[in-house]
């Protein structure tokens, strides 16, 4: 099986569905396996190997799961920019946008509507500016929540529009949440912040860590990361 990889032609893209999509390698220490994934939005296929594989191999094993890999990337929900009469997610729950051109522009949450108005032109970019606005507002309060129950100083926060994460914590000064999680249940942004306020403290994934975020999170870290796994390309499907 390898002899016949290694003898297929290599490229670091791939094509799939009339597109070609670049192809990302990310070795980790303690990996036993090649991992073959798309990205939550579809942009890029993703491989997660073992430090002793070879680049060489991971790439050749993408391109011969090129099938399950176009029938993975056709399941994606399609794009569609939201509009008035239309539903976007918040908070896990729609919300139809109701536009009226002379209403304020800044969007206003009335019952399961979201109140918007100005030109239509530039309706997609006011709801965007709103939804981050929102998400670091929760984020902010997610963190300070967790912060205190692992006695933690709060630190600050900020957004990210990343493709690859949902969260990070690159030093331990300050952490940074995917925008788009404030269209996710209350409980999976939750359980991002509590995962990166967990590693102020373990900066890895050691039993430590886990231990902690176990003891800061109130929900169940399993079905969180369940649905991230199941829905999480949903939320790439309204805003590009």
């Not at 109140?115 to 239509?120: A, E, L, R, S």
């Not at 507002?137 to 129950?149: F, I, T, V, W």
């Not at 990210?160 to 914590?169: E, L």
Request: proline content about 8%.
């Amino acid at each position: 099986m390898i002899d016949w990889l290694r003898r297929q032609p290599l490229d670091p893209e791939i094509e799939l569905g009339g597109k070609r999509l670049p192809i990302r390698l990310k070795r980790l220490h303690n990996a036993r396996r090649l991992t073959l994934r798309l990205a939550p939005d579809g942009s890029e296929v993703r491989i997660t190997l073992p430090a002793w594989a070879e680049g060489r191999e991971a790439i050749a094993f993408a391109h011969a799961r090129q099938g399950w890999l176009a029938g993975q990337l056709a399941k994606m929900p399609p794009r569609a920019a939201p509009e008035p009469g239309g539903e976007i997610r918040y908070r896990g729950a729609p919300l139809r946008l109701a536009w009226e051109p002379r209403a304020p522009r800044t969007p206003v949450v009335q019952g399961d509507s979201l109140h918007i108005g100005g030109p239509q032109s530039g309706l997609e970019g006011r709801l965007r500016r709103w939804l981050e606005a929102e998400a670091l507002r929760l984020a902010e309060a997610d963190m300070r929540d967790y912060c205190a129950a692992a006695e933690l100083d709060p630190v600050p926060i900020g957004l990210t529009r990343a493709q690859r994460r949902w969260g990070s914590c690159s030093d331990k000064n300050r952490i940074r949440i995917n925008w788009r999680l404030v269209q996710a249940p209350d409980h999976v942004r939750r359980s991002v912040v509590a995962h990166e306020v967990a590693h102020l403290v373990h900066f890895d994934h050691s039993p430590a860590f886990h231990a902690l975020l176990a003891r800061i999170f109130e929900g169940e870290i399993a079905l969180a990361d369940r649905w991230l796994k199941e829905h999480g390309r949903t939320l790439y499907a309204s805003f590009g």
